[in-house]
C-alpha cells in the first residue's frame, strides 16, 4: 500500500469532517474513562520529574505524593503517544513545523531563538498553572467536560478568554 494520496489531495481539506472527529474523540474517550480513568497529561510531567529527582536524591521517592506514581503507566504513553502522533501527523503532511509563523515574524522578527524561549516558557507557565490547578487543559475541557464538571466548565471558558486576551495583546494592541 502506498501513501500516494497524501500528495495528491489538497492541504487544505480536512482528512475527515469535524463531526466525524468529535465523535471519534468522545468514543475514544468513554473508551479510556471505561478501562484507566479521565485523561490528563499534567500529571504525566510532575511524575517524570519525581522519576528524574529520585534518580539523582533516592531518598526523595519516599515522598508521599510519588508513592505508586514514580513507575511507566498509561499516563506516560499518552504522553509519548501524543509527542509521535503529532509528528507523524506534520511528517504526513509535510508541513514544516519549525518554520516561524508569519504574523510572529510580522510583530516580532524571525529570530527562532526568541520564538523558541517564548514559547517554551509559555509552556512551562501553562503546566505550572496546571498542576497548580489540579489538572491540564485535556484533563479538565475533555474528561472534566464530559463528565458535565462545573469546574471544568469554568476552565473552559477562561481557558477560552485568555487565548483571546493574550493574542490580543500580543497581535492586536500596539505598545507605547
Known amino acids: 500500500m502506498t501513501l500516494t494520496w497524501w500528495k495528491t489531495r489538497d492541504p487544505e481539506e480536512p482528512l475527515i469532517p469535524w463531526w466525524a472527529a468529535g465523535a471519534v474523540i468522545g468514543l475514544l474517550l468513554t473508551f479510556a474513562v471505561a478501562i484507566a480513568a479521565p485523561i490528563g497529561m499534567s500529571s ?4 517524570t520529574g519525581g522519576r528524574i529527582v529520585s534518580l539523582l536524591a533516592p531518598q526523595a ?94 476552565f473552559a471558558v477562561t481557558i477560552f478568554l485568555t ?6 495583546a500580543l497581535y492586536d494592541w500596539r505598545w507605547a
Open 44 to 47: 504525566e510531567f510532575a511524575y
Open 163 to 168: 487565548g483571546v486576551l493574550t493574542a490580543k
Open 61 to 154: 521517592a519516599n515522598n508521599p505524593y510519588w508513592q505508586g506514581k514514580l513507575g511507566i503507566g498509561w499516563e506516560t504513553m499518552l504522553v509519548l503517544g501524543a509527542f509521535l502522533g503529532g509528528a507523524l501527523a506534520a511528517w504526513l503532511v509535510r508541513k514544516p513545523s519549525l518554520d516561524i509563523p508569519s504574523l510572529w515574524a510580522e510583530r516580532f522578527g524571525t529570530d527562532r531563538r526568541k520564538r523558541y524561549l517564548v514559547a517554551f516558557v509559555g509552556g512551562f507557565v501553562m503546566l505550572f498553572g496546571a498542576r497548580l490547578a489540579g489538572g491540564c487543559t485535556s484533563g479538565h475541557m475533555i474528561s472534566g467536560v464530559s463528565q458535565l464538571a462545573l469546574s471544568s466548565f469554568v
